[in-house]
C-alpha cells in the first residue's frame, strides 16, 4: 500500500479549517469517504489516480507523490503546548511564528520539540531543534542522510535563525560535509546569525507517555483529542466538526505522530454542544492507554492485525503499559524508531514462497525504556507470533522494576559496556554463520572463519551461495 499513499504537508502538524475543508473537498472529488494521517504529522490519501493531479486538485497545499524524494513534512510538538509539560518560554503562539520563517518546503526531516513532552519524538529528523531553557534559544542535533549518529551543533541557534540556518544547511548538502564542525564553519561562512555558545548540556527529563484523548480541561478552555482505531477519519464527520470549530472561533487542528488530532481552545459553554456532537456520531473517546500508544505503518492490515491480537492478549491478563509505546514494524536493517518496544516481523525466505510458513518476529527495547534515547537492544528473535504476550508482559514487567531509578543509574551506577561484532548473514532466511559453531552439517570445523569458508559453502538452510551473505553488526552488553 505504502506505493500508492500521496502525503500532505501539513507544516509542524498545524492544519488550518481552510486547508481541511480543502483536503476534504479533493477527497471527496476522488471518491473516498476518509482519510488517514501519517507519523510525521501529514496527511494520508490512498488514492494512485491522484498522481498527475496535484497542481488541479490542490490549490493551497504540498503533496508528495508515492516514492517522490524530498518534500519532507517539519514535525513539531505544538500539539502539546500549553495542554501537556513544556518549557516556560515556549509558547503555542511560538511555535506558529517560527514555522512562518520557513518560506521553502524542506528535503530534510526537520523537529522542532520542546524536551519536557512526550507526545512528540526529539530526535527522529535530519535536523533535530530542541528547546534550551535560555528563552528563544535551541539546541541542535544533525544527523544527514549519509551519517550513522546524531552530533551535536556546537552552538545554540536562535528561534528566528531557525529557517535560514535548515535552508543553508540543505543547500551544502553536495559539500557532503562529514562531521558537524564542518558542517557549522561552512553555513557559518554563508549565514549571519544571532547563536550562543552552549553552556550547559541537553537534559531530558523522564516523562511517562501521555494520555491524549477525550475531552479535557486546562485553565479556562477545554481541549479534545480524537483518535479512530483504524486510522480512517470520516469525511462527514470531519466536515460537521469544521463546522463546530468555526462556531468556537477555532481556526485549526494539530496532528499527532500516533495518527490522531487534538483540537485545541473549546469554550467552557461549548463543551456540552461539543459531546452532543460526538454522541450524535457514535465517537468513542475513551479508548484505554494499551489502545493509544501504538504506531503501525498506514494502511498495513498485517500490522494491524498484530496489534489488535497483542492489545486484546495484555487486556485479557490486565497487564498495565502505562509509560510505554510500541510499534509493529516489517524486517529492516536502519530506522529511526521513537518507541519503548519495536516488534518486527521478519520477511518469508523467498527461496520458499509457496510454502505456506508462520510469521516470526524480533523483539527489540530502547535503553531504559526511553524511545528518545535512540538506542535498541534486542530481547529475541524469530519467535512465533503466540509468543509475542508473553515477552512483552516480559518486558513490561522489566520496565516497571527499573521505573523511577533511570537517573540514579545513569549517574551513579557504571553503565555496562557495549561490544559490537560482526557477523555472516544469509539476506534470504537470515540465518547467521558462527564461526565459533562451524558447520558441522557441511564439514565445516568450529572455529573456521568465514573468510576461509570454501567458495562452494551454501546457507544451511535456504541453500543460497556464500556471496549471499551480509556483514551484520550486532551490539550487545556486558558487565
Known sequence: MKNNLHRIVAKGGVLSLGDLREIISVAEELGLNAISFGSRQDVILPQENLQGKNEELFKNLTVVNPSELGKENIVSSYVSSDIFPNTLWLTGNKYLYILETFRYQPNLKINITDPKQRLVPLFTGNLNFIAATDEDYWYLYVKLPQWKESQLYPVLVYSWDIAKVSYQIEQLLQEEPDSVEMLFDLVSEHVSDNNRTIQTPLKVPFHPFPYYEGMNKIGDEYWLGLYWRNNLYDLKFLKSMCDLCTE????????TPWKSFIVKGIPVAYKLQWEKFLGKFGINVRHSLLELNWHLPVHDLDAVKTKTFLVR??????????????????????????????????????????????????????????PNNQKYFVHVQDVDKVELPGVLMELSKKYFEQLGTTEEIQNHVKPKEEVSSEVHQCKHCLTVYEKEKGDEGQGVPAGTSFENLPISYNCPVCEAPKSDFEVKVFTRQIN
Open 313 to 370: 492478549s495484555l487486556d485479557q491478563n490486565d497487564i498495565s503499559t502505562y509509560g510505554l509505546t510500541f510499534s509493529v514494524v516489517n524486517y529492516t536493517s536502519q530506522k529511526d524508531y521513537f518507541t519503548s518496544i519495536v516488534i518486527e516481523k521478519n520477511p518469508s525466505p523467498k527461496e520458499i514462497e509457496s510454502i505456506i510458513i508462520r510469521d516470526t518476529f524480533n523483539v527489540l527495547y530502547a535503553q531504559n525504556f526511553d
Open 248 to 255: 468556537c472561533r477555532i481556526g485549526k487542528i494539530s496532528l
